[in-house]
């Protein structure tokens, strides 16, 4: 696995983290809705309970996972934090913490790092170069 590789393992899973909280309030919105059916015919006095139970557990299930998720996320972010902080370049931890920490595109690091865009790429090759010695063998 690549340096870059293993540090972009926080960004992909705070993506599958966020499509699952997603999840989450479409279900609570599903379970809420309700709807009304003006009708001659009586009710038969039973509502469809089933229905409402398997969106119910459907979302624990999905709480269950966000939980783990989110869990893996911040070892995953304190094992980063820790590769990052062995790098004796400040410039080069800086760039790091920005893209693979925070999340910030490009064109953001260079703006809050005062460089040219061009320039952060280089940064950025020579940072995952040093990076690569402290990445654990296999993840």
């Known amino acids: 696995m690549t340096a870059k590789d293993y540090l972009s393992q926080a960004y992909r899973l705070d993506q599958r983290i966020n499509s699952k909280l997603e999840q989450v309030c479409s279900l609570r919105t599903l379970a809420t809705k309700a709807t009304s059916t003006i009708s001659d015919t009586?009710?038969?006095?039973?509502?469809?309970?089933?229905?409402m139970e398997s969106i119910v557990v459907k979302?624990?299930?999905l709480e269950n996972?966000?939980?783990?998720?989110?869990?893996?996320?911040?070892d995953l972010n304190r094992e980063i934090v820790g590769i990052i902080k062995k790098i004796d370049n400040p410039?080069?931890?800086t760039l790091l913490e920005l893209r693979y920490l925070c999340f910030h595109s490009w064109e953001r690091v260079a703006?809050?790092?005062g460089?040219?865009?061009?320039?952060?790429?280089?940064l950025?090759?020579?940072a995952l170069a040093k990076c690569s010695a402290f990445i654990p063998a296999q993840k």
């Open 42 to 51: 009586p009710p038969s006095g039973s509502r469809n309970v089933k229905t």
């Open 115 to 122: 460089y040219d865009l061009r320039y952060i790429h280089k």
């Open 65 to 74: 996972e966000l939980n783990e998720d989110i869990d893996t996320l911040v």
């Open 59 to 61: 979302i624990v299930d």
């Open 91 to 93: 410039e080069f931890q």
């Open 111 to 113: 703006v809050e790092m």
């Open 124 to 126: 950025h090759h020579k």
